[in-house]
């Protein structure tokens, strides 16, 4: 067993400093992927086309528990897959090939917004779109630094004035009291403007579906946003007092965003593959949604999607 392992048990209440859930859920998230994980070798297995019996060949030097929590370990800390390989006993390709293994499982297991937990149910996806017509969502983008492009096109169409870098831009649609990320549009690059992925994903909503937005969405008739200063004059004491009014509903945005940068892959620069990049940012939206109490495992989506509209009525 790892040390990190045998810390997590004896230690249980700083589970959510280590990985970024509590131990009760790290239990449930073990319980659930290795499920999956079995699953998918039995699929794999009747594939196959045996010479030896079954059982045989090397074991794993890490169990499916300690894989897991070398998968969350990386997100949480990003730390090298040389140092992680150390602290876990195995070497740094070993500790590659293991997170590359989990992070689709996780993927699957959690969904990064109420929108994609409903969405292969066309009926339940209906009904959620038109609740959510009844409450004015908060939206709002950021931006991650990403290693520099080696082509020349992607080196210009990925760097960021605002940023001085080469960046990645994900938005982020919550409820009016941040219970729970709504949509959630990852890895589109820097430069485009907020406004423009707004526009391009405004499709997922109801047409009546109202939002709240800071000053970048100036100009779309679906978001309110503040009031903005007049050229050469100052706002009123009162229009202030709006703004301000304003910017407590909206905070709540800010903290979902911040509760997705507590896992250091997504606030620092991003290493891994570019093309991993969504893959990585939606796994961790799940990852909240999870920790946040948004989404129950294990569950069949029709369920959650009856949960959540009971919730909402």
Not at 27 to 54: F, M, T, Y
Not at 182 to 209: L, M, W
Not at 210 to 229: C, M, N, Q, S, V
Request: net charge positive.
């Amino acid at each position: 067993m790892s040390e990190i392992l045998n810390y997590i048990e004896g230690n249980k209440k700083e589970t959510q400093r280590l990985i970024g859930l509590e131990y009760e859920q790290l239990q449930q998230l073990i319980q659930n992927a290795e499920r999956l994980h079995h699953e998918k070798q039995a699929v794999l297995e009747s594939k196959k086309v045996r010479i030896i019996a079954g059982g045989g060949g090397r074991k794993p030097k890490l169990s499916i528990r300690e894989q897991i929590i070398l998968t969350l370990v990386y997100l949480r800390h990003m730390t090298t897959f040389q140092l992680l390989g150390i602290q876990f006993g195995v070497s740094e390709s070993t500790a590659n090939d293991i997170f590359n293994y989990w992070l689709p499982t996780f993927r699957k297991l959690l969904p990064s917004s109420l929108i994609e937990q409903v969405k292969k149910n066309e009926s339940d996806l209906m009904v959620v779109k038109e609740i959510l017509t009844d409450y004015e969502l908060i939206v709002d983008s950021y931006e991650q630094v990403r290693e520099r492009p080696g082509d020349n096109e992607e080196q210009e169409k990925y760097f960021s004035g605002k940023k001085s870098n080469h960046t990645f831009k994900s938005q982020m649609i919550v409820m009016p009291d941040g219970r729970d990320i709504v949509d959630v549009v990852a890895g589109e690059p820097g430069p485009k403007s907020d406004i423009t992925i707004f526009r391009e994903y405004r499709s997922e909503f109801d047409t009546q579906q109202r939002f709240k937005g800071d000053k970048a969405y100036l100009g779309e008739d679906l978001i309110t946003t503040p009031i903005k200063k007049p050229r050469n004059r100052e706002l009123t004491t009162e229009q202030k007092q709006e703004n301000k009014v304003f910017s407590a509903k909206r905070i709540f945005v800010e903290h979902r965003i911040r509760s997705v940068k507590i896992f250091r892959v997504v606030q620092e620069r991003f290493r891994l593959n570019p093309q991993k990049y969504q893959q990585v940012i939606l796994t961790i939206c799940g990852l909240v949604r999870f920790r946040i109490g948004a989404l129950v495992l294990p569950a069949e989506i029709h369920a959650i999607a009856q949960s959540k509209i009971n919730a909402y009525n």
